[in-house]
């Protein structure tokens, strides 16, 4: 089977372990990968103790981010969305548009250690500078296609309820030693990556957990299976080719100067204006999001 998938594998053009920085792997960011891997422009890998969950608040515009967790829990607690509890499987998806702050809208959960990714993608245009808005799902509301959560996009008659641009699949997937699979892009998704989180995965190369695989720009499918003695989990992800220009701010990505421009003054005024309102904690110790 392995000698099978060797030998009609699309081919892997680029791989990466990223760069270190504490409990943080930055595998892509918008000024190296996401150039190729647009609308995809960054991509951390984390694996923390509970109580080292410390980001500071810190704001975004002109991208979508998307959380998931492939070990451990965490809470949310939102006075838009209720509370709950974000296990694998489950999400949270910010769309910051022309502005937001956060950083602290998730708490530790009952586990002592998580893992997992969050993910930026560049939003069009007709978003890039509109209003920011959250959505946190738990495990059960993201449906399966085969082994994957369609955590974004739709995939194999299963659709995402994650508000997030057209022509984008995230899909979180594990498969048992020795499972297989394969994954057919839909039509104009010719942009496609996958990250481990944990085992091996044999994608016409072999790749281990802490690995990120950048795939050739075809619409051909990716068979991918499982090696070794344990659970092989990674995501993956696939994209119509974000057709604009990556415009760059420090926690900002944009389609033009001028969006940039727009999204940064936002930024700064949003700011004053949550330095005003003091200390917004909930009972849980989350912080929500500030538009």
């Known amino acids: 089977m392995i000698d099978t998938l060797i030998r009609t594998q699309r081919a892997i053009v680029h791989r990466t372990r990223g760069s270190g920085h504490g409990p943080i792997t930055r595998l892509m960011s918008p000024s190296d990968l996401g150039q190729v891997l647009k609308p995809f422009v960054f991509l951390d890998l984390f694996e923390v103790e509970g109580g080292q969950m410390d980001m500071p608040v810190h704001p975004h515009s002109g991208i979508g981010t998307i959380t998931v ?15 709950g509890t974000i296990t694998y499987g489950g999400v949270e998806w910010s769309r910051a548009g022309g502005g937001m702050w956060h950083g602290k809208e998730l708490a530790p959960g009952t586990s002592p250690r998580f893992q997992g990714f ?25 449906q399966r296609a085969g082994p994957a959560h369609v955590i974004v ?38 942009v496609a990556w996958l990250a481990i989180a944990r085992g091996q995965v044999e ?17 051909a499918p990716l068979r991918l299976a499982a090696e070794g003695d344990e659970d092989a989990m990674f995501v993956l992800g696939s994209a119509v080719p974000h057709p604009n220009d990556l415009h760059l701010g420090y926690y900002s990505v944009h389609t033009s100067a001028e ?20 200390d917004r904690r909930t009972g849980s110790g989350a912080t929500p999001v500030f538009r």
């Not at 969050?118 to 993201?142: D, F, K, R, T, V």
């Not at 802490?210 to 075809?218: I, K, L, Q």
């Open 118 to 142: 969050q993910l930026w993608i560049a939003l069009p245009p007709e978003l890039e500078n509109g209003p920011s808005e959250s959505q946190y799902l738990e495990a059960p509301q993201i």
């Open 69 to 83: 967790f492939t070990k451990g829990d965490v809470r949310f607690d939102d006075p838009d969305s209720g509370q």
């Open 259 to 278: 969006a940039l421009e727009r999204g940064e003054q936002r930024i700064a005024e949003l700011g004053e204006k949550l330095a005003a309102a003091g």
């Open 153 to 190: 996009g739709a995939y194999d008659g299963v659709e995402s309820p994650v508000r997030a641009p057209e022509g984008i699949n995230y899909l979180l997937v594990t498969l048992k030693p020795g499972e297989s699979w394969t994954y057919q892009p839909p039509t104009g998704h010719s």
């Open 203 to 219: 994608a016409g190369e072999q790749l281990s957990a802490g690995d990120m695989a950048v795939f050739d720009r075809s619409e």
